[in-house]
């Protein structure tokens, strides 16, 4: 198992950015794809975005591209999400995950962190 702790998140106004952390321990997590999920209250969790720890893809919900970048950093274990341009539907709390198979389906990912909340006010 890989255990993963997120930060970052606050309160933001439209427009704002922010960038959430996802610190990962345990396993060699070298094999592993590495994601964001999102749920917001009353909704199902979402993906958002998924990186291969080699740093050679990612893949992008349509509702992020081109305002959210996933990147990881392998000598201190962390995947980033900078998130910019941010709306107020971007309100949710963020999970990071890891996984086996490069999917946006949470069904692939075995280990999660707790989240943090990000709220976007208009």
């Known amino acids: 198992q890989v255990q993963l702790v997120e930060s970052g998140g606050g309160l933001v106004q439209t427009g704002g950015s922010l960038r959430l952390s996802c610190a990962a321990s345990g396993r060699t997590f070298n094999r592993y794809v590495m994601g964001w999920f999102r749920q917001a209250p009353g909704k199902e969790r979402e993906f958002v975005a998924a990186i291969l720890w080699s740093g050679s893809s990612t893949y992008y919900a349509d509702s992020v591209k081109g305002r959210f970048t996933i990147s990881r950093d392998s000598a201190k274990n962390t995947v980033y999400l900078q998130m910019n341009s941010l709306k107020p539907e971007d309100t949710a709390a963020y999970y990071c995950?890891?996984?086996?198979?490069?999917?946006?389906?949470?069904?692939?990912?075995?280990?999660w962190g707790q989240g943090t909340q990000v709220t976007v006010s208009s």
């Open positions: 995950a890891s996984g086996r198979l490069f999917s946006s389906s949470a069904e692939y990912f075995d280990s």
